[in-house]
T-cell receptor, first 116, second 113 residues
Framework: ETGVTQTPRHLVMGMTNKKSLKCEQH?????MYWYKQSAKKPLELMFV???????ENNSVPSRFSPECPNSSHLFLHLHTLQPEDSALYLC???????????????FGPGTRLTVT | AQSVAQPEDQVNVAEGNPLTVKCTYS??????LFWYVQYPNRGLQFLLK??????LVKGSYGFEAEFNKSQTSFHLKKPSALVSDSALYFC???????????FGTGTRLLVSP
């Protein structure tokens, strides 16, 4: 699990705050992902970055803004969130390219976000 | 689109007994299937995958999974359950876009002493 780290592990923020989640991977991967995990709902893919380029954005509200400055780091910038955004936010990484279909994703421990 | 279904929200088994967590899939083309486990307050951990070859795949912590093409299933199994196996288990399939995994809704496994 130390291959992908996430900070902070817990975050409580008001609806008017601005905060950022950070993810770092030490596995030499080229693809990184943000997922949202809410109680009683399937894991939701939010964003995919491959070689630092965003390749997927699953109709995520603009109050979530991802940033991938290099292949090892991924951020999720948060502003004016709603209480229903409270969830566990998971970061993952994997190799990119032709081998991708055969490879698994490696997940970080997640950030538990509570919006008050 | 590719999809997986986990028909059981929860599976209960006594320690020492065999366990099965069910997963069925729907894909166009070759299926690439994965199992993950999530312990409380942790991220998902990879257990095993089926890409091609033998229908019985062995993975971490003594788990294995049987790929059955005719029944479009990929059930997770373990011959003898441990209390420490209690966790949330997710089946996933690689989407046709290749970069994306499509996850099932998860099955909670409870192993009683």
């Amino acid at each position: 699990e130390t291959g992908v780290t996430q900070t902070p592990r817990h975050l409580v923020m008001g609806m008017t705050n601005k905060k950022s989640l950070k993810c770092e991977q030490h596995l030499g991967h080229n693809a990184m992902y943000w997922y949202k995990q809410s109680a009683k709902k399937p894991l939701e893919l939010m964003f995919v970055y491959s070689l630092e380029e965003r390749v997927e954005n699953n109709s995520v509200p603009s109050r979530f803004s991802p940033e991938c400055p290099n292949s090892s780091h991924l951020f999720l910038h948060l502003h004016t969130l709603q209480p229903e955004d409270s969830a566990l936010y998971l970061c993952a990484s994997s190799p990119s390219g032709a081998s991708v279909p055969r490879t698994e994703q490696y997940f970080g421990p997640g950030t538990r976000l509570t919006v008050t | 689109a590719q999809s997986v279904a986990q028909p059981e929200d929860q599976v209960n088994v006594a320690e020492g007994n065999p366990l099965t967590v069910k997963c069925t899939y729907s894909v166009s083309g070759n299926p690439y299937l994965f199992w993950y486990v999530q312990y409380p307050n942790r991220g998902l951990q990879f257990l095993l995958k089926y890409i091609t070859g033998d229908n019985l795949v062995k993975g971490s912590y003594g788990f294995e999974a049987e790929f059955n093409k005719s029944q479009t299933s990929f059930h997770l199994k373990k011959p003898s359950a441990l209390v420490s196996d209690s966790a949330l288990y997710f089946c996933a399939v690689r989407d046709t876009g290749f970069q994306k995994l499509v996850f099932g809704t998860g099955t909670r496994l409870l192993v009683s002493p």
